[in-house]
């Protein structure tokens, strides 16, 4: 069974840094793996998907890595602003598994001014 | 495009009784799902459909039915509600592309709580 790791748990960082959210998943048989975002009380906006023969993806300020054999991703945010805190979702779309997308449990990450 | 809209936006219930949760798509996809969030956890799929009259189970199905008649609808039937299903869910849906460029699209959630 897939499973999905995000760490941290949560994070708080001043406005201007740049960061690393984490995702790693125990199948590395997998078709995509997507990042998303979530804020308080609303549903869920893709950010990035990656396929499983690319190595990243790359929107904006937002880069997303994927190494496929050691079962890790990364989302990298450059120059974080107050705007970006929310919580940030990982999830596989495994070949084994159908349809269904494995979520992690996310990060929430807040950008003080 | 509305995307994908849901309806209630929030439903306290008791339990025992039964509710149907709407979802409805303009997007012409063939696939959609449904999701529960529980509070710190990520989603899990509760049902999926690839097209009209087909249906599937996810992960964790039972207490739950679905029914898929036209390609823009998708209900989640609660049919005796339980403490156990106060969460919130989730509709969503895909073209249903074969291989990695499949993305799903999320409507904003149904808060239910069942007392």
């Known amino acids: 069974k897939q499973e999905v790791t995000q760490i941290p748990a949560a994070l708080s960082v001043p406005e201007g840094e740049n960061l690393v959210l984490n995702c790693s998943f125990t199948d590395s048989a997998i078709y995509n793996l997507q990042w998303f975002r979530q804020d308080p009380g609303k549903g869920l906006t893709s950010l990035l998907l990656i396929q499983s023969s690319q190595r990243e993806q790359t929107s904006g300020r937002l880069n997303a890595s994927l190494d496929k054999s050691s079962g890790r991703s990364t989302l990298y945010i450059a120059a974080s602003q107050p705007g970006d805190s929310a919580t940030y979702l990982c999830?596989?779309?495994?070949?084994?598994?159908?349809?269904?997308?494995?979520f992690g449990k996310g990060t929430s990450l807040l950008v003080t001014p | 495009n509305a995307g994908v809209t849901q309806t209630p936006k929030f439903r306290i219930l008791k339990i025992g009784q039964s509710m149907t949760l709407q979802c409805t798509q303009d997007?012409?996809?063939?696939?959609m799902y449904w999701y529960r969030q529980d509070p710190g956890m990520g989603l899990k799929l509760i049902y999926y459909s690839v097209g009209a009259g087909i249906t599937d189970k996810g992960e964790v199905p039972n207490g739950y039915n679905v029914s898929r008649s036209t390609t823009e609808d998708f209900p989640l039937r609660l049919e005796l509600a339980a403490p156990s299903q106060t969460s919130v869910y989730f509709c969503?849906?895909?073209?249903?592309?074969?291989?990695?460029?499949?993305?799903?699209?999320f409507g904003p959630g149904t808060r239910l709580t069942v007392l």
């Open positions: 969503a849906s895909s073209y249903g592309h074969l291989g990695g460029i499949d993305t799903q699209y």
């Open positions: 997007m012409n996809h063939n696939y």
């Open positions: 999830a596989v779309r495994g070949s084994n598994s159908g349809y269904a997308l494995n």
